[in-house]
């Protein structure tokens, strides 16, 4: 069983670009979330999709992320524009509907000079 | 406002000892507790969890202990081995009291065992 895939594994930008992460989640898991790392402190929750629906996004910092799930399937986090504070490392996990054990992907470094 | 915490930042151990982490939290909805071991440039694995309805959850060299009236778990490697050198995360969530299963995390603590 193919585990949870992010994309690309690194990312460098500039300032005011605009940056998507891409996520594809263990095939069945309705349940898919994104975390993010800072500066090596703790990984800190973004938002968490229930199949296609947004189920809770109080953890994005602001307007200029935009998450997405097309058809319960994959999902995008877009950052536009992106500012030098969005350095840091994007998780995505997913896990089954009633599952309490999220798996996670490696990560999608960014950095932004 | 960060709700779980690792207060010690490294832990470095001697192969063959007992390593033991701890984690405390803050927040009283929280019942279902999780440890994550990670590599660098890899993801968060999975490593063992423990429900508020127990104090103590055990596989092979791995057991957490929960204090929940201190708000205190632990975890113990015995005996530690290389392969366990890495960062270990403490989460928490209150997911069996509000249907909510996101994590809130520690910033980890990196474990060096020495040969």
């Known amino acids: 069983e193919a585990g949870v895939t992010q994309f690309p594994s690194h990312s460098v930008i500039e300032k005011g670009q605009t940056v998507t992460l891409r996520c594809d989640p263990i095939s069945g898991h309705d349940n898919l979330y994104w975390y993010r790392r800072v500066m090596g402190k703790e990984i800190k929750f973004l938002l968490h999709?229930?199949?296609?629906?947004?189920?809770?996004e109080s953890g994005m910092p602001n307007n200029r992320f935009l998450a997405e799930r097309t058809g319960g399937t994959y999902s995008t986090l877009k950052v536009q524009p992106a500012e030098l504070e969005d350095s840091g490392v994007y998780f995505c996990?997913?896990?089954?509907?009633?599952?309490?054990?999220?798996?996670f992907g490696q990560g999608t470094r960014l950095t932004v000079v | 406002d960060q709700q779980v915490k690792q207060n010690s930042p490294s832990l470095s151990v001697q192969e063959g000892r007992i390593s033991i982490l701890n984690c405390d939290y803050t927040?009283?909805?929280?019942?279902?507790f999780l440890w994550y071991k990670k590599y660098p440039a890899e993801g968060p694995t999975f490593l063992i969890s423990?429900?508020?309805?127990?104090d103590k959850n055990e596989d092979g060299r791995f057991t957490v202990f929960l204090n929940k009236s201190a708000k205190h778990l632990s975890l113990h490697i015995v005996p530690s081995q290389p392969g366990d050198s890495a960062v270990y995360f403490c989460a928490a969530s209150p997911h069996s009291r509000s249907n909510d299963y996101k994590l809130s995390f520690g910033a980890g603590t990196t474990v060096t065992v020495r040969a």
């Open positions: 927040n009283s909805m929280f019942d279902y």
């Open positions: 996990a997913s896990s089954h509907r009633w599952g309490t054990e999220a798996f």
């Open positions: 999709f229930v199949k296609e629906s947004k189920q809770d």
């Open positions: 423990i429900s508020s309805i127990k």
